[in-house]
């Protein structure tokens, strides 16, 4: 149960990630003709592959670097499976209050409860990652 939807919630995380970066390096190198770079650093610590030739003059780099796509990935691992667990938590919180709350049955009050528990969710994870940032 709770590990299996972790997993999967950390693998859907990881996913989208991944895809959304390799999109965004597709219209950069293949749309405009934008190599990926860092102005960060001099090699690329994953690949190995120098930056300074590729970087644009007056810019920190441009693209995403490999070592960024691969920061990404993990990132939506940690942040797919946390996610998961918000939401499972609050869907169980949901499930026992709800009911006496309502005054009503589990078994009608399990689309609130479900619905709620995204809603929250996903409040959650605006408050901690996009409005921090």
């Known amino acids: 149960g709770l590990v299996?939807?972790?997993?999967?919630g950390a693998?859907?995380?990881?996913?989208m990630m991944a895809i959304t970066c390799m999109l965004v390096n597709f219209v950069y190198v293949f749309g405009m003709g934008i190599p990926a770079a860092s102005g960060k650093v001099l090699k690329d610590p994953i690949?190995?592959?120098?930056q300074p030739e590729y970087k644009s003059q007056g810019t920190e780099g441009h693209g995403l670097p490999?070592?960024?796509f691969v920061g990404g990935v993990i990132g939506g691992l940690l942040g797919g499976a946390g996610g998961t667990l918000i939401y499972?938590?609050?869907l169980n919180l949901y499930k026992v209050?709800?009911?006496?709350?309502?005054n009503a049955s589990a078994a009608n009050v399990l689309p609130v409860a479900v619905a709620a528990a995204g809603m929250f969710a996903i409040a959650l994870f605006l408050v901690n990652a996009v409005?921090?940032?």
């Open 4 to 8: 299996v939807a972790v997993v999967t």
């Open 11 to 15: 693998v859907g995380g990881g996913l």
């Open 47 to 50: 690949t190995g592959d120098s």
């Open 66 to 68: 490999f070592v960024s």
């Open 88 to 90: 499972i938590e609050l």
């Open 97 to 102: 209050t709800l009911p006496t709350v309502l």
């Open 131 to 133: 409005l921090t940032a």
